[in-house]
């Protein structure tokens, strides 16, 4: 792990109060200038996006006239209108006049703000002509992307790096991240520029919201439904996005990135990953030494097991045990495979064979046994639990690379 | 205003004076059994009203968990689970447990010496009403120390999220189903005494508007509380007796909830806001010193945004796919509220107008309320407009505008009626010097706490998050700054509270020099029984 440079100590917390108090003395003018994006509805880069920021700020500045006009009367009013400046209250209580007037005058704003809405409304509802189709389905807590028509697919989680160091919760630890701290993932989602993209959005466990506010795309996904949206991106770049409907213990950690490449680009890409999708399935039978098992395992684990039995293995007492000296990662290996396989029912210990493959699950059950002061000296190769599969009960959780035929 | 002005048509409660009334006693009973089998209606208001300022401390110490917990990125304080099941308690205790009781001690005291009533219709419902509430919350806060943990699903219950919780699941929907239960008989109450007991002469358009906006908060009660009770019993059984009803494995749908939930909690803001309402139009012609303008418009706007708030569910649920005709309906009739939302506050601008205002503690709370309620109606606006909505749709954004609507908004209100009624609840007069100084403390650190909400909410920061991005950190720990500000500032409120139930400068009947309506008419403090007889309306301006 890189470090910075903490040769002044002093403590992050008031390191950020006194950015903040200098920030917030430059507040009225970097409103003006720069500190406006920071905190401002992106525009984004797509015809849509650009649209619903329009109406965003055309909205806004209706909304600050209107304040503008009630906060000045009231101030005006609780200026002159005081006892203590000796006035004698008047005693009028109604005006047809004035309540007609400020009854039809909303009204006639709202429909000026209706008629734009509804323009962009019904251009977002338009999915006809779409080039591109790739489905979205969310996970506790990761994504798994399914492009239709090019044979590829893949899940994208929280970068390990970042997903262990949140977790062990060293705040000095997280500055090296910098801006990027829980917006990196393991596998970016990389698409065309200039192509209608559809998504189709759905979930395997509970709802999510898929969003990427440049894109101003955000779909809940629903388990069971699939919810389409689209976008065609002017722009090549990374835009950033996050889960947005509570999904459960770590709905916070489940970030998007999305990398728009010019479509030329985007092929080189989509080659190279459905033939390293494709190797990855030849080989994933192929017998490995104890070191790159406790690599992949170690990289496994901070994605996949970390979240509930800790970065160190040592749980959560009373809510998930811990896997530092506990009987299973030290016992017999078959249980501790099956486990990890078909998880315990009715407990949070989800079923892992549809998520992992037999490599994953070797790795990370061979990292298990040898972490955390477990030091079993123990292996578990991919073609164990290929076999421990097909012995099982339900032969039929086979991995499924999720690449639609 | 003079003292000894004459209270005729008010029973003085005389020894040895004879009335036409079947109570064997004339005061309270003694000690602890006075306040569980009371069925006066000001024992039962003061006991809605201490239970709302327990909770508040309750709910509002599970906020500053919250904020500790987002005062700098990374997790320092609480499990992500935990957290969750903060934001959760947070807004069921809130909500439930806060404003809902606030408003009904406030309609006990008050509804009953505003139409010129002896007592709620219903005495012995009303003590029902309130003594199921600390055995609804004691079942749901106990839930926090089960094994399987509180409730952690948000307090909008998503299935199928909300059913992945262990066994505390079911304690939640009882408690919920308690509290359902008591608002639903509060209510029934509310109706029943505003229809039967107005005195002579107290008719419909001569009601105070607060009798008007609760009314009407009752018939919303009424309606929508069954909804909810319907859809956590459906949760219920999917939960435990293998339905389907939410489940598309089973042939369900899970945004059938949501739908059935905003019909519930759509209507529900407002009966989190409307007797606010009626409050703010008490206090501020009595500090301006002139009447309500436009209260026949006053009472037939609360009546269009009790109708209006049945038809404007699904704007919670833009994301959640709809049809293109669902959410140009949806746009426009929550477009629409904004209208009536409107009317209210110029009637209240225009009642401030030409006044001869001075600015006690309820006139600052109700000045405080009409600016910040107005922010967030603005921002509320700007949610309506469906395509900027689903960008702002579970982000700070949101949480920034209905913070601002209940806050500022409706807790202000309940403060601000405490203010202006508490002298003739005690008799005493409250420290005014404490109470502007508790005004203008909480205002600062209120807007400290939830202005920048709204900025952090458009730069991209969702909801209901343990842990945030480096960029968020700045605002977030203004406003966890502003948190505690404002949480500890509320000690000052307890404070001047109890110095004044213990003593002070005496009240006089009508408290302040511009009031209107019975209530001033009784002595302060209010005996323990008034109006056995009905008053002389022709004597005094019921509103
Ligand atoms: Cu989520
Ligand atoms: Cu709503």
Redesign the interface.
């Known amino acids: 792990m890189t470090t910075t440079d903490h040769s002044v100590p002093t403590p992050?917390?008031l390191r950020?109060?006194m950015?903040?108090l200098v920030?917030?003395c430059a507040l009225l003018p970097a409103l003006a200038i720069a500190g406006w994006d920071?905190?401002?509805?992106?525009v984004g880069v797509t015809d849509l996006s650009a649209?619903?920021h329009g109406?965003?700020m055309r909205?806004?500045y209706?909304?600050c006239a209107?304040?503008a006009a009630?906060?000045g009367?009231?101030i005006v009013?609780?200026f002159l209108?005081?006892?203590?400046r000796g006035?004698?209250?008047?005693?009028?209580?109604?005006?047809t006049k004035?309540?007609i007037v400020?009854?039809v005058v909303?009204?006639l704003i709202?429909v000026a703000?209706?008629v734009p809405?509804?323009k962009?409304?019904?251009k977002?509802?338009d999915f006809s002509d779409s080039e591109m189709s790739i489905k979205v389905t969310g996970y506790q807590w990761r994504w798994h992307y399914d492009y239709l028509d090019e044979g590829i697919a893949f899940y994208s989680a929280l970068d390990a790096e970042q997903n262990l160091a949140?977790?062990r919760?060293?705040?000095d630890a997280?500055?090296q991240?910098?801006?990027?701290?829980?917006?990196e993932v393991d596998n970016e989602l990389v698409v065309p520029t200039g192509v209608k993209i559809r998504f189709l959005n759905t979930a395997a466990?509970?709802?999510h919201?898929w969003?990427v506010?440049d894109l101003?795309l955000?779909?809940?996904a629903?388990?069971?439904?699939i919810?389409?949206n689209w976008a065609t991106i002017n722009e090549p770049g990374v835009y950033?996005g996050?889960?947005?409907?509570?999904?459960?213990?770590?709905?916070?950690?489940m970030p998007i990135v999305v990398r728009a490449v010019t479509p030329e680009e985007f092929q080189v890409w989509a080659d190279e990953k459905r033939a390293e999708t494709l190797a990855a399935i030849e080989t994933q039978h192929d017998p490995r030494d104890l070191p790159t098992l406790l690599a992949q395992g170690e990289s496994v684990y901070g994605a996949n097991c970390s979240t509930c039995h800790q970065a160190e293995g040592q749980g959560?007492p009373?809510?998930f045990p811990a896997i530092a000296g506990s009987d299973i990662a030290t016992g017999d290996i078959d249980a501790h495979v099956a486990m990890v396989l078909h998880g315990v029912d009715g407990t949070?210990m989800n079923a892992w064979s549809g998520a992992l493959t037999d490599a994953e699950i070797a790795a990370v059950v061979t990292y298990q046994r040898n972490a955390f002061g477990n030091d079993t000296g123990d292996s578990v190769q991919p073609l164990d639990v290929r076999a421990a599969r097909s012995t099982a009960l339900n032969a039929a959780t086979e991995f499924d690379m999720g690449v639609t035929q | 205003m003079t003292t000894d002005s004459s209270h005729d048509g008010v029973v003085h409660h005389a020894p040895g004076e004879h009335h036409d009334h079947d109570h064997d006693h004339h005061g309270p009973a003694y000690g602890l059994m006075r306040w569980i089998t009371t069925t006066n209606h000001k024992d039962i208001g003061s006991l809605y009203l201490w239970f709302s300022l327990i909770m508040f401390f309750i709910g509002g110490a599970m906020a500053l968990v919250i904020r500790a917990e987002l005062f700098q990125p990374g997790i320092q304080i609480v499990d992500p689970m935990f957290f969750n099941s903060m934001t959760t308690m947070h807004a069921l205790v809130m909500i439930f447990g806060v404003v809902m009781p606030a408003f009904v001690g406030l309609a006990n005291w008050m509804i009953p010496m505003m139409i010129g009533a002896p007592d709620m219709a219903l005495p012995r419902l009303n003590n029902w009403s309130f003594w199921i509430m600390p055995f609804a919350f004691a079942i749901l806060l106990s839930t926090l120390f089960m094994d399987s943990g509180g409730p952690a699903g948000g307090w909008t219950l998503y299935p199928p999220l909300s059913l992945q919780m262990g066994d505390s699941f079911a304690f939640v929907i009882f408690a919920i189903h308690f509290m359902g239960i008591s608002s639903v008989m509060g209510s029934i109450n509310i109706v029943a005494t505003i229809f039967n007991m107005r005195a002579p002469g107290v008719t419909f358009m001569k009601m105070p508007m607060f009798v008007w906006t609760w009314l009407i908060t009752a018939y919303l009660l009424i309606a929508t509380i069954p909804v909810l009770a319907g859809a956590v019993t459906m949760l219920l059984t999917d939960r435990y007796f293998g339905t389907s009803f939410f489940s598309a494995a089973g042939g369900g749908d899970p945004v059938m909830f949501q739908h059935i939930f905003w019909f519930f909690g759509h209507p529900e803001v407002y009966i989190l806001i409307l007797p606010a309402f009626g409050i703010i139009s008490s206090i501020i012609p009595t500090f301006a010193r002139k009447p309500l303008f436009g209260y026949d418009s006053m009472v037939y706007a609360t009546a269009s945004i009790a109708f209006l708030s049945f038809i404007v569910w699904a704007h919670h649920m833009f994301t959640t796919g709809m049809p293109l005709a669902g959410s140009l309906f949806f746009m426009m009739s929550t477009m629409l509220i904004s209208v009536p939302t409107g009317v209210k506050v110029f009637n209240w601008v225009a009642t401030m107008w030409r006044g001869a205002m001075t600015f006690e503690t309820p006139m600052l709370f109700a000045i405080g309320f009409v600016i910040m309620f107005t922010i967030g109606g603005l921002s509320g606006l700007m949610l309506a407009i469906t395509p900027a909505d689903i960008q702002y749709h579970d982000t700070y954004f949101v949480v920034a505008h209905f913070h601002y609507v209940l806050v500022p908004g409706a807790i202000y209100s309940i403060m601000a009626a405490t203010y202006y009624w508490i002298p003739k609840w005690t008799g005493n007069m409250y420290d005014e010097t404490l109470g502007k100084w508790h005004f203008w403390i909480s205002t600062v650190f209120v807007n400290v706490l939830f202005f920048p909400m709204h900025f952090v909410g458009l730069a991209g920061m969702n909801r209901r998050i343990p842990d945030y991005s480096l960029q968020f950190a700045d605002w977030n720990m203004v406003a966890s700054i502003g948190a505690f500000g404002f949480g500890f500032s509320q000690l000052l409120f307890v404070w001047i509270v109890i110095k004044c139930v213990r003593g002070g400068k005496q009240a006089t009947d009508e408290v302040w020099e511009g009031a209107r309506g019975l209530e001033w008419t009784v002595p302060s403090p209010a005996p323990y029984h008034t109006f056995e007889t009905a008053p002389d309306i022709t004597k005094y301006a019921v509103r």
């Open positions: 992050a917390p950020h109060l950015r903040l920030g917030s920071e905190l401002n509805m992106p649209d619903v109406l965003h909205i806004f209706v909304c209107i304040g009630v906060f009367v009231m009013s609780m209108h005081r006892k203590s006035v004698k209250p008047a005693t009028f209580h109604e005006s004035v309540e400020w009854t909303p009204l709202l703000m209706a809405a509804a962009v409304l019904i977002m509802e949140r977790q919760g060293a705040d997280l500055e991240f910098g801006d990027t701290y829980l917006r466990d509970v709802i919201s969003w506010p101003a955000k779909k809940d629903i388990p069971g439904f919810n389409e950033n996050k889960c947005a409907e509570l999904c459960g213990r770590d709905h916070g950690f959560i009373g809510m949070p």
